[in-house]
T-cell receptor, first 114, second 116 residues
Framework: DAMVIQNPRYQVTQFGKPVTLSCSQTLNHNVMYWYQQKSSQAPKLLFHYYDKDFNNEADTPDNFQSRRPNTSFCFLDIRSPGLGDAAMYLC?????????????FGNGTRLTVT | AQTVTQSQPEMSVQEAETVTLSCTYDTSESDYYLFWYKQPPSRQMILVIRQEAYKQQNATENRFSVNFQKAAKSFSLKISDSQLGDAAMYFCAYRSPPGKGNDMRFGAGTRLTVKP
C-alpha cells in the first residue's frame, strides 16, 4: 500500500545531542511537510518542500533543519535538542495545490530529550 | 498568516446522538480549502472530510457533514449517529489557495468523547 513511513517510531536523545528523524513516501507526492505536535496541541508547521523548493516557517527555530535528497525521502535534523523540543514530529505529503488534495500523514516519531 | 480557531477544547456526545464541532478561520483569500482531520489516541492523523471554498454546497461523507459559511468564515463538522470509534481529537485545517503556497494550518483541536 502506498504510504508515508516515519522512522523511528520513538526516539530518545540527550540534551544537545544532534538527532535526525526520517520520513519516506511511496505516494510520489511533490510536497512533503514536517510538523511538530506537543501534547494536546495543534500540529505546528515547521517547513515544507515543494519538490526541492524549501519553505521555512518564519518562527521555526534555526535549530531545526531539513533535507530532501529525492522525492521519496525527507529528513528532519535537530542540531542541538533542548528539553522544549520533546514532541511528536509528524511527516506528511500531498499533491501540489490546485486541487483539494489532503495531507497524508505518517505515524509520527515521538522524540524524548533527556 | 491565516489562523484557525477551534473554541471547544472538549466535547462529549452520547452514542447514536449528533454532535457539532465548531471551527472559524481568518483569511483574506477568496479561494482556499478546508479540512477536518481525526486523530485517535496514539494513532495516525486521518482525513474526515474536505471542502473547497468555491463550492457553495456543503460536503458530506456518510455520517459526517459540514456547515460551511464562507461569509462568516465558519466551518463546523456535524457527526450524526455517533459511534464509539468516533472518539478522537478532531482538527480543523486551512490550506492556502493555488499559487499562494502549499502550507496547511491546523486549529488547536477538539477532543471528542463518545459515551456508551
Amino acid at each position: 500500500d502506498a504510504m508515508v513511513i516515519q522512522n523511528p517510531r520513538y526516539q530518545v536523545t540527550q540534551f544537545g545531542k544532534p538527532v535526525t528523524l526520517s520520513c519516506s513516501q511511496t505516494l510520489n507526492h511533490n510536497v512533503m511537510y514536517w510538523y511538530q505536535q506537543k501534547s494536546s496541541q495543534a500540529p505546528k508547521l515547521l517547513f515544507h518542500y515543494y519538490d526541492k523548493d524549501f519553505n521555512n516557517e518564519a518562527d521555526t527555530p534555526d535549530n531545526f533543519q531539513s533535507r530532501r535528497p529525492n522525492t521519496s525521502f525527507c529528513f528532519l535534523d535537530i542540531r542541538s535538542p533542548g528539553l522544549g523540543d520533546a514532541a511528536m514530529y509528524l511527516c506528511a505529503t500531498s499533491r501540489p495545490d490546485g486541487d483539494n488534495s489532503p495531507l497524508h500523514f505518517g505515524n509520527g516519531t515521538r522524540l524524548t530529550v533527556t | 498568516a491565516q489562523t484557525v480557531t477551534q473554541s471547544q477544547p472538549e466535547m462529549s456526545v452520547q452514542e447514536a446522538e449528533t454532535v457539532t464541532l465548531s471551527c472559524t478561520y481568518d483569511t483574506s483569500e477568496s479561494d482556499y480549502y478546508l479540512f477536518w482531520y481525526k486523530q485517535p489516541p496514539s494513532r495516525q492523523m486521518i482525513l474526515v472530510i474536505r471542502q473547497e471554498a468555491y463550492k457553495q454546497q456543503n460536503a458530506t461523507e456518510n455520517r459526517f457533514s459540514v456547515n460551511f459559511q464562507k461569509a462568516a468564515k465558519s466551518f463546523s463538522l456535524k457527526i450524526s449517529d455517533s459511534q464509539l470509534g468516533d472518539a478522537a481529537m478532531y482538527f480543523c485545517a486551512y490550506r492556502s489557495p493555488p499559487g499562494k503556497g502549499n502550507d496547511m494550518r491546523f486549529g488547536a483541536g477538539t477532543r471528542l468523547t463518545v459515551k456508551p
